[in-house]
């Protein structure tokens, strides 16, 4: 089952935050976050395990809620170079473990 | 540095011929994936191997084939079965199947013509 991220796509100036939301109607064992640049391979962000944490570096962070399976990704203070389009990608023990990616949100951030 | 090398990067084929894909990997991962991608589809699995001579099918297997006769290389051939094989194709791999993080090729665009 494909999970369901949200805003399809948004539209930023430099400095201004974000957050993009990814759902799950399977229980979670992990959720995967991707950044894919146009015609480039998507670059691992980051990875979350169910436990609720919250996870991240910089100005790009990541939350798990296990109870309500979903994810969202923070982009604080957006640089012209977050412009991509960003994939969820969960993980969970009905799929046999295997990583099924959602349609992706694109985030173009404007100077 | 470590890495996965897709080839070729551009690839043109004629209807009812089958073309191979090229991955190879010096990351000494032992989990290796092909995904499909399509404009507003995300990423969809093709075939994937946890090991060496081991291999499952993904969601949309039927019209590619896979072998993994060494842990470096996972070459996919696209078989004139596949109906509609115009799409970009992303070989991964991770250091083992499931939970870790996925590092990616540079994809391969395959264009019927």
């Known amino acids: 089952q494909q999970p369901v991220q949200s805003p399809q796509a948004v539209i930023l100036r430099e400095g201004e935050d974000a957050v993009i939301n990814c759902s799950s109607s399977?229980?979670?064992?992990?959720v995967h976050w991707y950044r894919q640049k146009h015609g480039e391979a998507p670059v691992f962000l980051m990875i979350?395990?169910?436990?609720?944490e919250q996870k991240g570096h910089e100005k790009i962070s990541a939350s798990f809620n296990e109870k309500k399976q979903q994810s969202s990704l923070y982009l604080t203070a957006s640089q012209l170079s977050y412009s991509g389009t960003y994939f969820c990608?969960?993980?969970?023990?009905?799929?046999?473990?295997?990583?099924?990616f959602g349609a992706g949100t694109i985030l173009r951030v404007k100077s | 540095d470590g890495g996965i090398t897709q080839s070729p990067k551009y690839l043109f084929r004629k209807e009812g011929q089958n073309v191979t894909l090229s991955c190879e990997q010096n990351?000494?991962?032992?989990?290796m994936y092909w995904y499909r991608q399509d404009p507003g589809q995300g990423l969809r699995l093709i075939y994937y191997?946890?090991?060496?001579?081991?291999?499952q099918k993904g969601d949309i297997a039927e019209g590619y084939s896979v072998s993994r006769e060494k842990k470096e290389s996972f070459p996919l051939t696209v078989t004139s079965a596949q109906k509609n094989p115009t799409a970009f194709y992303l070989c991964?791999?991770?250091?083992?199947?499931?939970?870790?993080?996925?590092?990616f090729g540079s994809g391969t665009r395959l264009t019927v013509v």
């Open positions: 991964a791999s991770s250091i083992s199947f499931g939970a870790r993080g996925y590092t």
């Open positions: 990351l000494n991962h032992d989990a």
């Open positions: 979350l395990l169910k436990g609720g």
């Open positions: 990608g969960t993980v969970t023990m009905e799929y046999g473990n295997k990583l099924v």
């Open positions: 191997s946890q090991i060496v001579n081991d291999f």
């Open positions: 399977k229980a979670l064992y992990s």
